[in-house]
């Protein structure tokens, strides 16, 4: 079991590669969260320290050798939770609490993200993030992904990139297979809306580590634009 308090109703998954730097404090702060009582690292082949330095923190971990990308990582991190619910004598399967790594000491203001899943009055939450960080260049990126969400369903979510979202369980396995890497996003909130699942935006004062505009950002963003292509083009 991790770190966190026992009997909860939440387990946080956490998707990292090579965030040695942050994963600790984030770990730590997931687990002060209301109501979880599990948090697990998918360790998405990295090759610094993120898996000792997340154990450290009192993480389950989960290691893949190589990368695999954000998709298959937070479908690790599911079965993970499945198993552990499954060696419990449990009411009820844990909701999953999707966050990103590098949110650090903020990561204790995700609360309000599982609320309405634990009231049973959403299906899924997609955070909003009350204070925003200039990403350089992201816009593209949101913007197909966005428009894309809006085609496929008639809506558009304010952050539609946010990776910060609680699922119950049934919700989960109502999006599997996950799209591939960073179209994740993408596809769950398609897939979901199509299926009639409700769907809430939360406001959070979670914060992400600025991107930048270098060499290594610009190469994220564009395997991050074709992913959400591809998962877009699956579904429109």
Known sequence: MS??????????????????????????AAARLPGVDAV????????DATAP????????????????????????????????????P?????????LDADLADTAALAGPLADPVIAGTADMTIAVFA???????????????????????????????????????????AALPLAHGWGVETGLTIDLLRKGLRVREVEVELAHR???????????????LADVARALATRL
């Open 3 to 28: 770190a966190g308090a026992p009997g909860g109703d939440v387990a946080v998954v956490i998707a990292a590669r090579n965030e040695a730097a942050r994963i600790a404090a984030t770990v730590t």
């Open 40 to 47: 697990v690292v998918v360790d998405d082949g990295s090759t």
């Open 53 to 88: 330095a997340a154990r450290a923190a009192g993480a389950i971990v989960m290691r893949h050798p190589r990368n695999r990308g954000k998709g298959a990582a937070m479908e690790t991190g599911a079965e993970a939770v499945r198993l552990l619910d499954q060696r419990e």
């Open 90 to 98: 449990r009411p009820r399967p844990r909701h999953l609490l999707f």
């Open 131 to 173: 204070t925003t960080v200039k990403l350089g260049g992201h816009g593209l990126v949101v913007g197909l992904s966005g428009a894309g969400i809006r085609r496929a369903t008639g809506w558009r979510p304010a952050q539609p990139l946010n990776g910060q979202r609680c699922l119950t369980r049934a919700a989960f396995q």
């Open 210 to 224: 600025a991107t930048g505009t270098g060499l290594r950002a610009q190469l994220h963003r564009a395997h991050q």
